[in-house]
DNA sequence: AAACTGCCAACTGTCGACAGTTGACAACTC
DNA sequence: GAGTTGTCAACTGTCGACAGTTGGCAGTTT
């Protein structure tokens, strides 16, 4: 069962991906500490697997080492997410360019159908509007073929998404968003580079400027 | 002396500082293996904050991880270094475009200053000729004051190192580089995001085929 | 001779314990 | 009473040792 169980994955590995759940979901809350021991108990591991993971998702953003005191997560910040977004407007316009010379018939399949599922969604009124969200820029990465430019973004996607849990933010403006991402698939589909990096950066100005909003009260 | 020192930084972070020299001067050759015990006793620490280095590291780009067989040094391969070049353009184009409407005047002062310093040790022969471009290249993110852009464009060049070092390649059309330095700042002092943007674009793609014909001999 | 099988050494993954540092509380001084 | 100093518990940084896995080599079989 549990106890000797290296046979998939190390037990680091599992206790990364239980730790990033557990930040990203905001079960341990931005500006608490984590503690070693307590959690490697909890865990059911030693300490030493645990530390190579906090170390793992601190080098993903995702926590903050200070020496001799731990690890923390993350507090939103105005600057930070200035910061962030600009990273990201960075990548992801760079990205919409490639994709827009590179995408596949079948990757244009997928943009429509993400689309499509948005509206449905919307329409709905499902619990989780930033799931297809998130599904569509994942979809628009891999359209643009370029490895080391999605691996960044899927890292800056979630710290965005960490920052998103530390502001337990209303519904967004998601009506503005679905018509950017139509918008999108329709330049990618043209071919049109140039204007899929420009509706991409103004995409992703306005839900910046949302964030923003939404921190300041 | 040596033995308990975690003064000013800590064993793992000194064996970070350490190993991340050796692997960039090539004194570990891509492809070869990092034996942990021996490392660890060669740099007269443990294997805790030795594996802690490692992963750091490997989150960098500058080793490889593979379950149960350990740490690697990446090799050069052609598709990388394509990969590569697409996230630093992606990078660094938005870096420039940002240090156009950022810079200060003392950021152009250091940017004449490294290109003045680049010509006079191309005539004089010095041994490092890519020393200051990487000093240029950081002299121009500092200006885009985009602090996480920033941070990325470093672990990227650093790869790129990486590669160089395995690549022993001849001193490059450091000329011509040269001149895009020149119309770059030209650009950035002009204000002139666009052209910054072009012109980075164009100086990238150049590097990135030099070194793409260096590999293929 | 080639291919398969079983064994073995080397190395990574993991653990529990010790040492050094940090921040906080308490006692003391002025 | 405010500031300072001494003490202490909690936690991180580090270490050495054990267990499990991997790749290779020797021996065997066809």
New interface residues.
């Given amino acids: 069962m549990t106890p000797p169980t290296p046979l998939h994955l190390?037990l680091a590995g599992q206790a990364v991906d239980v730790l990033r759940e557990q930040v990203l979901t905001g079960e341990i809350p931005p500006g608490s500490r984590v503690n070693e021991v307590e959690v490697a108990q909890k865990l059911g591991i030693s300490r030493?697997p645990l530390?190579?993971a906090i170390?793992?998702l601190a080098?993903e953003g995702l926590l903050t080492l200070v020496?001799h005191r731990g690890a923390f997560v993350p507090d939103a910040d105005a600057d930070e997410v200035k910061?962030?977004f600009?990273?990201r407007?960075?990548?992801e316009?760079?990205?919409a360019e490639?994709a827009a010379s590179r995408r596949t018939d079948m990757d244009l399949v997928r943009l429509h159908e993400v689309c499509a599922a948005s509206r449905r969604d919307y329409k709905t009124g499902q619990p989780f509007p930033y799931r297809l969200d998130l599904a569509f820029h994942q979809t628009l990465i891999e359209a643009a073929r370029?490895?080391?430019?999605a691996e960044?973004v899927r890292l800056v996607q979630q710290r965005v998404v960490l920052l998103r849990s530390a502001l337990a933010d209303d519904p967004p403006h998601q009506h503005a968003s679905m018509d950017d991402h139509d918008e999108l698939v329709k330049a990618i589909a043209d071919g049109d580079a140039a204007k899929a990096s420009i509706v991409m950066r103004r995409h992703l100005s306005r839900v910046c400027a949302q964030m923003m909003m939404s921190m300041s009260h």
Wanted: charged letters at 20%.
């Fill in positions: 190390s030493g530390r190579e170390r793992h080098s020496p910061a962030l600009e990273l407007t960075a990548l316009c760079a990205a490639l370029s490895p080391r430019i960044q």
